[in-house]
């Protein structure tokens, strides 16, 4: 095979066997639900178990705010995203999580509606 065609076939195949690496790394970890209400409760899942510990990376939270008296919100290291305590809802975050503590409550009723989780 002649040199230029050899380094031409090299490039192209290192550049296709890179391209799958970079979406992975731009794709979303996982799938996580945060509910608030109907009635005084607050819960944030991933596969339907109580989520208490996630790797970091990026993900989608879908938010079901079930109450017009509750919200969500969620903070930690570079988050702080929240519903409105009106809304009645579903809405769809996307969210990139970095290692760290972060806690979600209910704004109106801090002292009992909260949770946390960490991330590795």
């Known amino acids: 095979m002649h040199p230029m065609k050899l380094v031409a076939l090299i490039t192209t195949v290192t550049a296709l066997l890179t391209v799958p690496s970079a979406l992975a ?3 979303v970890t996982g799938t996580l639900v945060a509910t608030d209400g109907p ?6 899942t991933k596969g339907g178990t109580k989520v208490r510990s996630l790797a970091a990376g990026t ?3 879908k938010v079901r705010d079930k109450s017009n008296i509750h919200n969500f919100h969620l903070t930690g290291p570079g988050v702080n995203k929240k519903t409105s305590v009106a809304a009645v809802a579903t809405f769809t975050w996307k969210v990139t999580l970095k290692k760290g503590t972060y806690k979600y409550i209910c704004d109106p009723h801090a002292t009992i509606m909260k949770g946390s989780f960490t991330v590795k």
């Open 59 to 61: 993900y989608t939270i």
């Open 39 to 44: 009635g005084f409760t607050i819960t944030l």
């Open 25 to 27: 790394a731009s794709s």
